[in-house]
């Protein structure tokens, strides 16, 4: 966790200051490194070569200058699901429904889409990212008044409202809001005015990148330098004691889950605006999912969040190539992030402390210190721990 | 019967134990006394096979002991009981019985069995067992103590440890208790009481072994020694030892002891008034119809044994919990009109009246944050250092400085260490100095001085006293009736979720204890 | 039309109820494996395959109950001598399961999707019982899995409540710390409910692809290993109650077959959203875990 290590360092001199500054990054990178490893591994047993691979995932993601602009449009979902995911993960909220939250969002941004033909090019878009934010929001909102006020498991509240977001776009593209050739099963086009603007044509950047980066850094001054970021990271740490110094445990929960959904419901909005222009079922190629790797990979840090979901957006886009040239199946991008995610994890156990302690340096010990640097993950706590 | 020879043992950086040596005879009740870490916990865990010793060997009855396996200790013959009692809360007390091995001795679990033993001891004992099938959740801390203690002797063991095991009785069932355990040595058994009273310890032990930092530092015949020489061994100084040697260990001999002279509550202005304060859990009435006044420069003290309200008593202060009637009112009875839920937001808005929980490393501090963090915890302070939302970080850390200081909590990081690294005197400390931070008009402790050694426990008293002398008011919520007759004026004996006054002037241990365990007043 | 609705729900109900008690074991010793859904799916992926290779039931029942076992295993090595966060850990093997099976089976069948159907399992019927009206054909004449499914609800509440693994397995749900000081191996005791659950996930998946679908399709597990994670909650944490809660969604998953025969007036998605939206409906009625093992979800390292 990187929160205690920001906090300004008193009295230590400035190489000391540098390496504790550094030392997140050392993180990310040993991590990236560990991907590149598991990944080879899993190639070698797929009867693949991992250089030949790596060079066609290089190329893919990375290769020309339409390839890196296109990794970093990939990379844009996942800053936005993966900061929905951190930001709730960071208050223990396990918010495994940023798929949903962002379907929603994507949903109400292309169902007003196409009526903003009249409005200001301005007007449409903020019309547009509100309708992502509030349709975002509330799928978030759902999820946390259950949990707030009926103790249902968010993890299973939000898978299941994946399900059902899956299916409230489906009805919706082949009913209400279907083109109107009635051909395929897809949105009308959304209104010239509420598209984003392209950026260097013929490359796909535009605007969204930027907003992801600047709601990441949001993200980050509200969770480290607010009394609210404050209270909900304590929540997050230790439940029992927050109720005790009266941070309000229910109204954490709602506005943690609303606000995440509308951070993931945004996501699905710049995906419309920018890069679809209308809405069909298969939006997401399960971002959602993937944005948990992300934050893992980030440690929850808002900040680190930007370079976690460009390397997995590097993945995504170089895997197409991948699979152009190496015929190694998509779906392996799964596996990958499986791997990853189980890596991480174990490499934050207590089992493997020592480990990690040799490899980033352990902190200053008190006297009774066991020994391991604080985990990436809030601490689990029992899940039928009652609100008192 | 118990020996052991060189034990060592670190966790991490720091040596717990360092070549300890130790020897429990058959037939003998031997203290072990220390203060808190000093390595009493760690010596008996050892001994019951619950960890490790780096180095270092035991013998029971002269047979080695393999060491870190819970089972052979078992089945060598220790049995332990720990003070916080590890029971299983939803399944039955048969169940937990059976589970720990309790029955008919041939080693299957059978919570049948269980019961059927279980009746007979406890019918030695005279205690009283939990009606059948009952799950533990519901069941008070003495209750458990009891199952405890039955499930340890169903063992036969040859070696009986109990850490810390008066705490948790009422002053009434102490008697009994101590009888209980001159019969359990008569039976040719060692048994072995881990204590910080030191009193108990002279009056009950054959033996006294005394550690101190790791080190064994003496041991020597009950009778030869006193408590001042005890707590001289304990702590290595004589001054600290003559501040620190207990007022009154007034519960074992029985004497009153003297008003420690705060000013006449009647007379000072009230700051706290709470009446007709009530909880229901269901059926289950929890606090019932609980009043009190609390005056500005006063300590008051409630005494009694966990269970009778006390922990819901203070999650109602602290606003945790809404009480189904009463009010809580800061100042006069009619400064406020409020009740209920109206009065919980009222109390965390005025901000006058800070809680501190019994169990600070889950209830008060965050381990995983930061000194400077944990200090934000309190709304007062938080509050103080948020403009429009914005925390001051900076700010916050540097008064945290200030408050280690002024506080004199010595931790190697300062403000940006963490929490877990503290103490637990440290940390104790640091939730005082949290609460006094706010700048209350009230603070209310629950089990202020539990696990801390003399000289924190001496450091927080000293806070408390130096805050009512100010102004303050306090109110120590408490079993521990030592602490409570040292440091408080008024008394109150909170039980079975009501709460009575004592008369004015009325001391007498051996009363108190009477109402806390429950006799009519 | 009551009959095929009947039956149709019984049969429904089966993987999951299979699924859920296999989890009910697991959560008794206080794990929660989010990643049952991924166990149903590898269960039901290689079962088929199995079968369609060498042409044997068996065979493919075996493969089934293998797979979901050695993703079990996988997980219970991560969340049990790692004790890492069982939550993220169960997303990730749901994630690896899906991507296996998607490799495999581009790998196997090919993209072109090659006809994998297979002869499924044959109904069994109770002889004259199944000719009972209304009920009959529901409660006697299904298929093999589905009889196991239900039979096998009280033998888990017996192994749960009666037998000495089962409160040892309780005791180590409960409080691991006390469970290990007085000397239950709880690090055994999770692995073994963990491969139990195993057996039951990879047949829960079987009854999907051998008996029920004849063929295989991505991700054709559906969201009903999270449905059997709901039931157990919703069932209380008892053997029966889990029944009871898999024959209400078993039920509603029928609705979406009968009622698609009423014309198109209601929109199939509406259908296909139904369990997911009951299982909501049903955890908010239902409400607080007070009754779940204490220590349930929290990770447990040995010292």
């Known amino acids: ?388 | 019967m118990l020996e052991a020879r060189g034990i060592t043992r670190r966790f991490a950086r720091t040596l717990a134990l360092d070549g300890v040596d130790f020897h429990a005879r058959a037939g003998e009740i031997h203290a072990l006394v220390g203060e808190n870490g000093a390595g009493k916990s760690t010596l008996i865990k050892i001994f019951a096979g619950r960890l490790k010793p780096d180095a270092g060997r035991v013998t029971i009855a002269g047979e080695p002991l393999a060491a870190g396996s819970a089972n052979r200790a078992r089945a060598a013959g220790v049995a332990a009981v720990y003070q916080s009692p590890m029971l299983f809360e939803r399944m039955t007390w048969e169940e937990n019985l059976a589970l720990a091995g309790f029955g008919d001795g041939t080693g299957a679990r059978d919570p049948r069995a269980a019961a059927a033993r279980a009746a007979a001891l406890a019918r030695d004992l005279g205690f009283v067992l939990p009606p059948a099938g009952a799950t533990l959740e519901r069941r008070s801390v003495a209750d458990r103590v009891r199952l405890e203690i039955i499930r340890a002797l169903g063992a036969d063991p040859r070696v009986l440890i109990l850490d810390e095991p008066t705490g948790l009785l009422a002053p009434a069932e102490l008697a009994a208790f101590l009888a209980m355990l001159r019969r359990l040595r008569g039976a040719g058994r060692a048994v072995v009481i881990v204590t910080h009273k030191l009193a108990e310890a002279i009056a009950v032990a054959d033996r006294i072994t005394v550690l101190r930092r790791g080190r064994r530092v003496a041991e020597c015949r009950a009778a030869a020694t006193d408590a001042a020489e005890l707590a001289h061994l304990m702590l290595g100084d004589l001054a600290s030892a003559q501040r620190a040697a207990p007022v009154a260990d007034a519960r074992i001999e029985g004497q009153a002891v003297a008003d420690p002279g705060t000013t006449d509550p009647r007379c000072a202005a009230p700051v706290l008034t709470v009446e007709a304060l009530t909880l229901d859990d269901g059926a289950r009435r929890l606090l019932d119809s609980i009043g009190f006044t609390l005056t500005a420069g006063e300590i008051a003290g409630v005494a009694g044994v966990d269970g009778n309200g006390q922990a819901e008593l203070i999650e109602v202060l602290a606003g945790m919990r809404t009480p189904g009637a009463g009010r809580i009112v800061m100042g006069r009875a009619d400064d406020d009109a409020s009740s209920g839920g109206a009065a919980r937001s009222a109390l965390r808005s005025a901000g006058g009246l800070a809680v501190i929980a019994q169990n600070r490393d889950s209830d008060g501090l965050i381990l995983d944050m930061t000194l400077w963090e944990n200090i934000l915890l309190a709304r007062p302070v938080r509050t103080r250092f948020t403009r429009r939302g914005w925390l001051q970080r900076s700010r916050a850390a540097a008064f945290c400085g200030e408050l280690l200081e002024r506080f004199q909590i010595r931790t190697a990081t300062g403000p940006a260490g963490l929490a877990g690294a503290l103490s637990g005197g440290n940390r104790q400390r640091l939730a005082v100095a949290r609460a006094m931070a706010g700048a209350p008009r009230v603070i209310v402790a629950h089990d202020i001085g539990r696990g801390l050694d003399l000289r924190a426990a001496e450091a927080v008293r000293q806070m408390l006293r130096e805050f009512a002398a100010a102004g303050g008011a306090v109110m120590l919520i408490s079993g521990d009736l030592d602490e409570l007759l040292e440091l408080c004026g008024r008394l109150y004996v909170l039980s079975g979720g009501r709460l009575i006054e004592t008369a004015a002037g009325d001391r007498d241990p051996a009363r108190l204890g009477l109402l806390m365990a429950g006799a009519a007043s | ?303």
């Not at chain 1, 990187?2 to 000391?16: E, L, M, N, T």
């Not at chain 1, 990853?340 to 174990?346: G, K, Q, S």
């Open chain 3, 1 to 303: 039309m009551l009959e095929a609705f009947l039956s149709s729900a019984i049969a429904m109900a089966a993987p999951i109820l299979l699924a859920a008690l296999g989890e009910l074991i697991v959560e008794q010793g206080g794990v929660v494996n989010i990643g049952i859904e991924g166990a149903m799916l590898c269960g039901a992926f290689f079962g088929l395959t199995a079968t369609w290779f060498s042409g044997s039931l068996a065979l493919g029942l075996a493969a089934a109950i293998g797979a979901a076992v050695a993703l079990n295993a996988l997980f219970a090595l991560v969340v049990v001598n790692l004790a890492v966060n069982q939550v993220v850990a169960g997303t990730a093997i749901d994630m690896l399961a899906l991507g296996l099976t998607g490799i495999c089976y581009r790998r196997i069948f090919g993209v072109t999707g090659r006809a994998l159907t297979i002869t499924p399992m044959r109904p069994l019927a109770l002889g004259p019982l199944a000719r009972i009206p209304i009920v009959g054909p529901a409660l006697f004449d299904q298929n093999g899995l589905v009889y196991l499914a239900f039979v096998l609800v009280p033998i888990v509440g017996a192994l749960i409540w009666r037998t000495r693994f089962g409160l040892e397995l309780r005791a180590a749900g409960e409080r691991p710390e006390a469970a290990d000081a007085l000397g239950l191996a709880v690090y055994r005791l999770r692995w073994q409910a963990l491969l139990m659950a195993g057996v039951l996930s990879g047949l829960a998946g079987a009854y999907l692809t051998l008996a029920y679908a004849n063929t295989f399709v991505e991700g054709m597990s559906a969201g009903r290993g999270y449905v059997a994670l709901s039931v157990v909650i919703v069932g209380r944490w008892r053997a029966w109650g889990v029944a009871a809660a898999s024959l209400l969604f078993g039920a509603a998953m029928a609705l979406q077959f009968g009622l698609q025969a009423f014309g198109t007036a209601v929109p199939y998605q509406l259908f296909l959203a139904l369990p997911y939206a009951l299982t909501i409906v049903m955890l908010a009625i239902v409400g607080g875990q007070a009754q779940s093992p204490s220590a349930l979800g929290a990770p447990y390292a040995r010292l």
């Open chain 1, 1 to 388: 966790m990187s929160a205690p290590r920001s906090a300004p360092a008193r009295g230590g001199s400035a190489i000391a200051r540098l390496a504790a500054a550094i030392r997140p990054v050392a993180a990310l990178i040993l991590f990236a490194v560990v991907i590149a490893i598991v990944l080879a591994l899993v190639l070698l047993t797929l009867g693949a070569s991992p250089v030949e691979v790596f060079a066609d995932l290089w190329r893919g993601a990375f290769g020309d200058w339409l390839a890196l602009t296109d990794t970093l449009v990939k990379s844009t979902p996942l800053i936005f699901t993966g900061l929905a995911v951190a930001v709730a993960f960071q208050g223990a909220l396990w918010n495994i429904g940023a798929e949903g939250q962002l379907l929603i969002g994507a949903l109400a941004a292309g169902a007003i889409g196409p009526a903003l033909g009249g409005w200001p090019h301005g007007a449409a878009i903020v019309a547009m990212l509100a309708a992502g934010a509030g349709g975002g929001a509330l799928w978030g909102a759902i999820a946390g008044g259950l949990r707030a006020r009926r103790e249902v498991n968010e993890v299973i509240s939000t898978i299941m409202l994946n399900f059902v977001a899956a299916q409230v776009l489906s009805f919706a593209v082949h009913g209400p809001l279907m083109e109107a050739s009635g051909a395929f099963p897809a949105s009308a086009p959304i209104a010239a005015a509420a598209t984003f603007d392209v950026y260097l044509a013929p490359s796909r950047l535009n605007f969204g990148m930027l907003l992801a980066a600047g709601l990441a850094v949001a993200c980050y001054l509200g969770l480290f330098h607010t009394a609210a970021g404050f209270q909900l990271r304590a929540l997050g740490r230790n439940r029992r004691a927050s109720a005790f110094f009266g941070i309000p445990i229910a109204r954490m929960t709602i506005g943690t889950l609303a606000l995440a959904g509308a951070i993931a419901g945004v996501g699905g909005a710049v995906q419309v605006s920018a890069i679809t222009h209308r809405l069909y079922e298969t939006l997401s190629p399960g971002w959602g999912y993937e944005a948990i790797a992300v934050a893992l990979v980030a440690r929850l840090n808002p900040l680190a969040i930007v370079p976690a979901a460009v390397l997995f957006g590097a993945l995504d886009n170089g895997s197409q190539a991948m699979q152009r040239a190496a015929g190694v199946s998509p779906e392996l991008v799964y596996v990958i992030q499986a791997l990853v995610i189980l890596t991480l994890l174990a490499f934050d156990a207590s089992a493997t402390g020592a480990l990690r302690a040799a490899i980033l340096g352990a902190p200053a010990a008190g006297p009774d210190d066991p020994g391991a640097p604080p985990a990436a993950l809030p601490p689990a706590a029992p899940i039928a721990t009652r609100d008192a």
